[in-house]
């Protein structure tokens, strides 16, 4: 075969790239999990006709068929690639609600597909980190603005740029805009999703030419998505608009707590920010983007916000609320800015230099003896001379070699004559340990032997740019 | 929406049973990184080309299509989902072999798609978990026999049934078909393969129809294939029979080594079991198959081997051996069998009852400085009685509870008047932790109250069945 090229829109990390994006999803795992939410993992795949049930995602669907059914086979019970994780969620909660506790808090990682074309930042395949909160029936406000806290809590810990979380609350737009006179919110809101990519006098000309508004309905709204602080402030803020309707006043409260308690938790972190519409159609009340300071060109690195319909059947209700981080993203945007790095390009820890092919039994004992202790260890993959074994632990950012001294069942060390050892040639007695960055090298025991504390696992470092 | 319902072939776990999983995956994990493994995730999806180049696949192949597709796009790039790891990885290596160091040591943890009709443990999306060895050029014989030591450590310290592995070699089967005079080795093979499935007398017409040999022919394979040991004394049994050919005397030598490094590791872990072929044809020696004890009859959950020809471009070739654990099939065994669980179900260790509503931001501290020491903590969904929030607790199995005592931002805990805490109201005083298992209560600091290390996180049981 040829040598194999990428596919665009698919990214795959090379092996310290990928130690870097475990550490970060194992972080905000642990992070989920000490704020109490229950590990779920769906398929990848729903129905067709449920994928398309919320919102403009159509287009983004992928659609399996198997290679060998007929044609005829693939129309009703079609399956699609899932392109999020809050549609499969609330599907899971409908399905398995007789075997759930509500409130139900689960988190799930995994990855989604959409079938959009490629450009910069946008992926076809990528892993999103999510939370969601679901009741039945009803879902206590509090909810709302404890999300966005527990995501600043898993991001906070990790060396890259601190975030600033948009909120806004969908009723306060939609109750602002019936306040005005516009009849079809949706459309509004959909224009006004766009006022960062295309500006303010293009998105009046949408608002009136999709949403049909008046211009000075379109002069109101732009004025409302102009709203943004940090504190409660914004409320007065739309109070001054002079619009008044018992959906806002509803949106205003519920937006006010969210932003207190964000205050709270870290002042600056949230902010109100009222042009914040999110595309998907299903968010009924909060809504939630997040940019990475320094970042904020590429866009939103984790959304969500809260949803009453999406998971409801017949007389059963569960509104949810949730988010999502967006991992592949944040990671993409930071390696493209060359701003992670990793220690080393494999977990071990230490290398067991091999003397010779015969001591190879010994060799693996010795290494065993490490791992039950949490080293991570391999045994060199040959014989070579130890100055070729030593640039083998080298090249991989292994910071220990190993060298078994002659032991009952050594041969005597025959591969040592051309290594490195500090004397010159392999240890005559006891094993020793070599600091291959420093050179240091001292006697040691398997049995007992410990690295430093910050040896043992690969680190991951920010980088400060430039 | 009607309720929906389950996707034959799609299994989905409950939060405890997912909790396990986890459990499962992160040991294997690190015990694949204590090995010097490192991570790699591929993308989903391959082109299909490179899916259905090897092996009886084609079959099982999803197809992808984008729904807004033409279909006349759908020519020539096709992508398809990956049906193991194999493939996926040895595309990876050629694709950036300038990147990577060699040998090169992978693990790789995904699911994997398979569009076969589902049947008792067959799954149409499942997890592997992967390690894979390669070099360039030549590939050392010794990882033959180091891969399956590290399965066996990685499923040796869980709560399971042991294993047995069960090795065999191709060059042993190929040589002696070649030994007896049999021209179709790979038809013969496949045929082989089926030995457990359709008993000998089946085996032996197939072998007559669909391989060409005689009768006599036919009756050596299977007396090759009856063979089986967990010392080398299996070689003398195939030098009884009588044959001679250059490929088989290097196999044998080769799964002598296996089985030795083996029985020296952990004796009857690893036995020479020569009917053992694999339907991949891939495979060019070392192959293993896994048997978990009291559940052969549900066939192999780890399966590999050494692929010469796999990954080659041109010149370049880099021939490799792996192992792959059968994730979702191991614990849809066990979870059938009824034979793991776990202590509760979610993460929570501790519940903080809520007095009364105007106490959220208090007790949000007490669950903050709690996580700040690693104990997973939730806050009451709400004010309700003491009684209420205790079931809620108990529910999911969560051990502790914290009743916030009359701190100087409280209102004194209204209620707390129909609770459970030890004297009959809210705590006067400070804060007071009740293990609810045993009614045990005491006052805590959340500064620097622990659990016992054994409720701290969720525990993994294994359930002896019956």
Redesign the interface.
Known sequence: ???????SG??????PQ??I??YVLDRIRATF?????????????E??D?LL?KGET????????????DSADASDDA???HFDLTVPFA??V???AG???F?F??YQIQ?V?R?ERPQEGRYR?FAQADIDIV?RDTL?P?YEAELPLVVA?ALGGLPIPPIRIQVNNRKVCEGFYRGVGVTDAEAALRAVDKLDKIGPAKVAELLVSTAGTTEAQARACLALAGISASDASFADAVLALGVTDPLLDEGLAELVRVVQ?GA?HAPGLLVADLKIARGLDYYTGTVYETQLRGYERFGSICSGGRYDNLA???DERYPGVGISIGVTRLLGLLFGAGALGVSR????CVLVALPD?DS??RCDRIAAAL?RR?????VS??AAKYGKQIRYAE??GIPYVWFPGAGPDSGGGAGGSGGAPAGGGAPAGGDQVKDIRSGAQCPADAANWQPPAEDLHPRILGVSPG
Do not use: C
């Open positions: 075969m040829s040598r194999p090229t990428p596919l698919f990214p795959e990390w090379l092996p990928r130690m994006e475990q999990e000490l704020h109490g939410f229950a590990p779920l993992e769906t398929r990848a795949v129905p067709l449920q049930r159509s287009k983004e669907v992928y659609v399996l068929r198997r290679l060998q059914e399956l699609g690639l599907r899971f409908l399905e398995n075997k759930l506790q409130p808090r689960r990855k597909w079938g395949e009741d206590g509090h809590d308690a709270e409801a059947s017949g390009s494999v977990p071990s092919e190879r039994a791992r949490g080293i991570a260890t391999e993959p040959s090249r991989r």
